[in-house]
């Protein structure tokens, strides 16, 4: 059974920085893909970031792009994304997912993902 936990959500302030952790169990994150989305009320979930599954090639939205950073602990099969500068509408929740059969053109998709984390919310405050 594959279980992926959020944690690392919290009330900060714009401009203050934040560090999520996706923990797995049942899935060996470095062999698959893992995207970061966020869902903020009233909208889509909405692609962050992700981390394919082979070698270290990363993906971001725009409008995380140059602020927020994704990587991998192998050793404890752990992903991270390391929020900077964060902002008033960073404000969502931020959720983990993975799937072994994900392709490219589809990665930022929520649809195509198998397993997804409860979610960890981030409060940013003007």
């Known amino acids: 059974q594959v279980t992926l936990v959020e944690s690392g959500g919290g009330l900060v302030q714009a401009g203050d920085s934040l560090r999520l952790s996706c923990a797995a169990s049942?899935?060996?994150?470095?062999?698959?893909?893992v995207t970061w989305f966020r869902q903020a009320p009233g909208k889509e979930r909405e692609f962050v970031a992700a981390?394919?599954?082979?070698?270290?090639?990363?993906y971001y939205g725009d409008s995380v792009k140059g602020r927020f950073t994704i990587s991998r602990d192998n050793a404890k099969n752990i992903v991270y994304l390391q929020m900077n500068n964060l902002k008033p509408e960073d404000t969502a929740v931020y959720y983990c997912?993975?799937?072994?059969?994900?392709?490219?053109?589809?990665?930022?998709?929520?649809?195509?993902?198998?397993?997804w984390g409860q979610g960890t919310q981030v409060t940013v405050s003007s």
């Open positions: 981390l394919w599954r082979s070698g270290s090639n990363t």
């Open positions: 049942g899935l060996t994150l470095s062999r698959y893909t």
């Open positions: 997912a993975s799937d072994t059969g994900l392709i490219l053109s589809s990665m930022r998709s929520p649809a195509m993902y198998d397993y």
